[in-house]
């Protein structure tokens, strides 16, 4: 079966966020970006499943200015088959780039399509639930587990409090959690493999959606400081403030 | 205006974190309805029904919400909140799994976790792991938010005495199904909503030290943690990582053991109201974000923690 993988570029997750001193967003100028680490997860996912068999085909989609192409790439080294990039510079907020993912499965036709469960910038999880939604696809989120069983995937999900197992039929949306895999890292070989492969790239209006904001972020702020607190000398010290001048025990 | 907050409960029992929503949606403003959907929920709606204020409970008691699926949550709370002026519900799993559902079959974007509201359209919301605090503005008509439960101060769960509907809307979308359940085996509470949390780090050095945490953990009765530089090396299971790409937690005690405080870590746990932190490194940046700090060799400190606590608890 074919698979489609979304990745979306971001800050790389080690770097220290600055905001901006004018409060408009967060300085990443001359930051080390990278692809998202759930995504990195759903990747290596999609690899699996075609290293058992199971797929045939991985599709990877990128969202974003040409600079995306960077994590298309990466993700074709770790062995995605060929790579759409829809380009614009626009902000793409989860609703539209749900919109323009589906008009990519429309195009493609895939069985089964992997996202992180969220990127690590905007922190939003949604891109994946509102795609199932779109498509009328079943989902199966924050994915620890994944199994294809004829016309249908059992997804093992991380839930409050433990794990929950749900069946759904194909084709169907599976975002990702940590637990799901540990990803490789791709070899050089396989870096200098895949600038070859195939890289489609076309715009918003080339798949028929209009990019329209519907949030509009005011300010940015760095959160309240912590101020560090006092060296306690031992144990006995640090017991004692923790029961009567914080109690908190 | 108008607000319907969907509950969040397992069927027998209103989860807290729903006080939190109402709490959040009594800052918006407007009459408020709550959604139970579930399966066999009457003690659920009628714990609704005395939440501090609550005008409404409606019910949508059925089979088909049972397992709490997200296509059918999705396409009941889709219907009905074409009504509402703002759909609440919490951040929870449940309602990271539903909701934007909701949004995308609305047409309208969804405002993720909120921890304040500065206005009926504008909310506070924390982005990149908490490193930067953004306020957004949301154009839509149909305000569809996920809340987070720890940026609200319950409503008292008594004191109301709202009407209860039953609602005979049947959505079975027919895409999933449930299979199994596999609640967390541990009498340690889940890390994510646990009010200590103990974490080690790659100063514990393996897997098999870190049982002294545990004894430490079963002690306050604390969630354990673990930084992701323990997760990589093997110590212990992703599913305890706490940081930017694992677990956000904010409890009301966080100590953490041998972890030096990469920034990874720090977006994970910095909204702890108290943090310890036990390094025998006297330069680790973990101790600039402590409110005690004790520079010590961990295998050492932690049995005598343990010692001192047994005295004291």
Redesign the interface.
Known sequence: MKVLVAVKRVIDYNVKVRVKPDNTGVDLANVKMAMNPFCEIAVEEAVRLKEKGVANEIVVVSIGPKACQEQIRTALALGADRGIHVETDEDVQSLEAAKLLKAVVEKEEPQLVILGKQSIDSDNNQTGQMLAALTGMAQGTFASEVVVDGEKVNVTREVDGGLMTVSLKLPAVVTTDLRLNEPRYASLPNIMKAKKKPLDVMSPADLGVEITPRLTTLKVEAPAARQAGVKVADVAELVDKLKNEAKVI | MSILVIAEHDNSSLKQATLSVVAAAKAIGGDIDVLVAGENCGAVAEAASKAEGVSKVLVADNAVYG?F???NL?DLVAELGKGYSHILTSA???G??????????L???????IIRVESED?FV????????????????SIKVITVRPTGFDPVAADGGSASVEQLDVVKD????????????KSDRP?L??AG?VISGGRGMQNGENFKMLEQVADL?GAGMGASRAAVDAGFV???M?VG???KIVAP??YVAVGISG???HLAGM??S????AINKDEEAPI??????????DLFE?VP??EE??K???
């Open positions: 397992h699926l997200g296509e999705g929870g799993t449940t990271k799994d539903f909701m934007p559902r909701v949004a995308a079959l047409d309208v974007a969804q405002v993720s976790d504008t919301r924390p982005i990149y792991a908490g490193n930067a605090i953004a306020t957004v503005k949301a154009g839509d979308a027919g895409l999933s199904t449930f299979v199994s359940e596999q609640k967390a889940d994510a909503s200590i306050l299971p992703n599913d990582q930017q790409t694992g009301q005690l990469a920034i990874q910095s909204d109201k108290v943090i310890v101790f600039q974000v402590a409110d005690y700090g004790l520079v010590a400190a005598q923690l001192e606590l005295k004291v608890l």
